[in-house]
């Protein structure tokens, strides 16, 4: 088995630079840790960094695959765990071992669940909507220190017609003195000594 893998060195990078950027990739990391489970037999570790690198970029291309695959065998592993712990529970002639087991057997089952769940999501995943938000109504009055409360729609009143200021029904009185107006005190109301005697005669 080879002890390091064939290294390619980037332009401006010294081999220890480039040995260090290799054996901190995951595939790398990943293949140290497989191999040294001794579950693989006496692979070499560049074949098996090979690999993961295949499955990583078929991963990033959108082949959801391998992901899918490891998903429902982790699922059958944590079956078959939540299986032979709830035996020996069962099997267990005091009451202090059947609790341990029967703990061990439902975490993985809650386990194989969860994975489950997951490997659901990635083959439907759930649609996410998007509603944008309209404001509508009354405005909203935000005062500090107190609950924002809708500020009070003002009605519109019609202004009197303050100008005849008369009745349903009534005539307007055209001989009434008018008052002066209040831009120009000037302009009084005439007192009946600066009126003329006679009104001329129309016609």
Known sequence: M?????????????PSQAMARLSLTPECLSA???????????????????????QTAALNSGDMTRAEDMLLAQAHTL?????????????????????????????????????????????????VAFV??????????????TAAQPARTRKTQKAPNELLEVQHGERLDTRATGSAGSADKAMATLEEQHRPSQRRREG
């Open 2 to 14: 080879s002890d390091k893998p064939k290294i390619t060195k980037r332009e401006g990078e010294t």
């Open 32 to 54: 140290v840790v497989l191999l040294d489970s001794k579950m693989m037999g006496n692979l070499d570790v560049i074949d098996v960094v090979d690999e993961l690198r295949r």
């Open 132 to 145: 944008q938000q309209a404001n509508i109504g009354n405005q909203v009055q935000v005062n500090n220190g």
């Open 79 to 127: 079956d078959n765990l939540f299986a032979q712990l709830t035996g020996r529970a069962l099997r267990s002639q005091q009451l202090s071992a059947l609790e341990p087991y029967m703990r061990l057997a439902l975490k993985a089952q809650n386990q194989a669940r969860a994975t489950l769940q997951t490997l659901g999501e990635l083959k439907a995943p759930k649609q």
